[in-house]
């Protein structure tokens, strides 16, 4: 009798382990999907700067391309400064989304590592 309660307590901690194990690797998954997410739209921003303030062909398909994902990425940062200069407009704004994303990112990270 003491050996099937015995067995039993270990068969529970097996599998506790076993969960800790899988919550462990699908938040890691997730940890790494959330940071390629967060670089890829902060990258895209910066890409948009450097093609409005560099003086890209606005026609061209992959400036169309990534001023098209770049709008709704820059989440109303859009117009938070008013400069004369478009281009500084781009600059300043997208540049400031683009830093949000990384930190956000990061924050995200951070809080899933300490569910794991």
Excluded at 9 to 22: K, N
Aim: aromatic share 8%.
């Amino acid at each position: 009798m003491a050996e099937d309660v015995g067995s039993g307590a270990h068969h529970r901690g097996v599998h506790r382990a076993e969960l800790r194990r899988a919550r462990t690797r699908v938040v890691g998954a997730l940890i790494i999907a959330v940071r390629w997410f967060g670089t890829l739209c902060a990258a895209l921003l910066a890409i948009h700067v450097v093609l409005t303030v560099g003086g890209a062909n606005p026609e061209n398909g992959i400036t169309r391309f990534v001023a098209y994902w770049a709008d709704p990425l820059a989440l109303g940062f859009q117009e938070l400064f008013m400069p004369e200069d478009p281009k500084v407009a781009v600059l300043v704004n997208y540049g400031i989304a683009s830093i949000f994303w990384l930190v956000v990112t990061s924050l995200a990270t951070r809080v899933l590592r300490a569910i794991a």
